[in-house]
């Protein structure tokens, strides 16, 4: 059973950055793509960004990919999502997802808690 724990969330001012961070277990994870989206309260969950199992390919959602950069580390089992120039619109719970395929496009894998995020201006 994959699990997942994200961390690095809190509170920051607008034009700050972020960088959250997902620990994977359970599962072998560089055959796992991973992926990281967001949930602001009444709205839906949108993908933010993802990454292949080996770290070669990148993806990322078109409110984001200018501010934003993923990664990962194969050793330590962990991806990261290192978030700049944060707007208040960005608060949201950040979840890390992991899956087999490198699809982000709906709801599959295995999920994280989540880490809240909150952006003051």
């Known amino acids: 059973q994959v699990d997942l724990v994200e961390s690095g969330g809190g509170s920051v001012q607008s034009g700050g950055s972020l960088k959250l961070s997902c620990a994977f277990s359970?599962?072998?994870?560089?055959?796992?793509?991973m992926g990281w989206y967001r949930q602001a309260p009444g709205k839906e969950r949108e993908f933010l960004a993802g990454?292949?199992?080996?770290?070669?390919?990148?993806t990322y959602a078109d409110s984001v990919k200018d501010r934003s950069t993923i990664s990962r580390d194969n050793v330590r089992f962990t991806v990261f999502l290192q978030m700049e120039s944060l707007k208040p619109e960005d608060s949201a719970v950040y979840y890390c997802?992991?899956?087999?395929?490198?699809?982000?496009?709906?709801?599959?894998?295995?999920w994280g808690q989540g880490t809240q995020v909150t952006v003051s201006s």
């Open positions: 359970g599962d072998l994870f560089s055959v796992h793509s």
């Open positions: 990454i292949s199992g080996s770290g070669e390919l990148t």
């Open positions: 997802n992991a899956r087999r395929s490198y699809r982000f496009a709906n709801e599959f894998g295995y």
